[in-house]
């Protein structure tokens, strides 16, 4: 069995493969910036990549919401919901991340504050608390390969060329991040690292959050969102 050190050693893996994955490790306005018909769609696109990287390097969690597809906010909404209202044998139903997610929400705010959010207030808060890891992200200024097909794009990073590592939508007119794509992949690896600790998916999750916070994880949160 692993050790909390152990537990969050393999999360925060975890949250370097989210990063650089979607910049992941989940929580609106009139867009930011103006892409001109006259700019390509590459160059429209490293536009976008280098304002939510300077966005989460600043913890601006705003500015970084704004620069997320209307999906990635969605699901938010969805975390937020079942926050709120998912059943325990509900729960248990759901993937790693979403589990974590769910849960990690519950731990650190109340019902009444969970009431008073929305999915992008929520995503906010994660950058602007640094959930969402800006450390990886200092080292890529520039994205490496990218390849659009329409309105979807991938685009890899300089350290790993050959792999689609981050995935973006057009909507509008503006090329977003679409990071609910990065999931998939980060609920791969944590099924992985849930096998070789000997604890069940919710044992794992526990320890997790108990090892990234700074207080101890009260167990009736697998029930609901406490007062």
Known sequence: MKSSIEVLSCFRSLLIVMSLSALAADIFASPP???????????????????????????DGSKAADLVDTRTIKLYDEIRTNALEMPRQKLSQLDFISKFMVLRVRH????????????????????????ISAST????????????????????IPQAPN??????????????????????????????EVEKSGLTEEEFVIKTIDALSSKKVDVRILSGPLE
């Open 137 to 156: 992200v200092s080292n890529v200024e520039r994205l490496a390969r990218i390849k659009i097909d329409l309105h979807k794009a991938s685009a890899s």
């Open 108 to 131: 650190e705010f109340s019902k009444s504050q969970i009431e008073k959010m929305s999915g992008r207030e929520l995503f906010k808060l994660g950058v602007d608390k640094g959930w």
């Open 163 to 192: 792999t689609p590592a981050l995935y973006f939508l057009n909507e509008s007119g503006q090329w977003k991040l679409a990071l609910w794509q990065s999931f998939e992949i980060a609920n791969l690896a944590m099924k992985s």
């Open 33 to 59: 910036f103006s892409q001109s018909q006259t700019q390509t769609s590459e160059e429209a696109i490293q536009s976008t990549f280098s304002q939510y990287r300077k966005a989460l390097l600043e913890s």
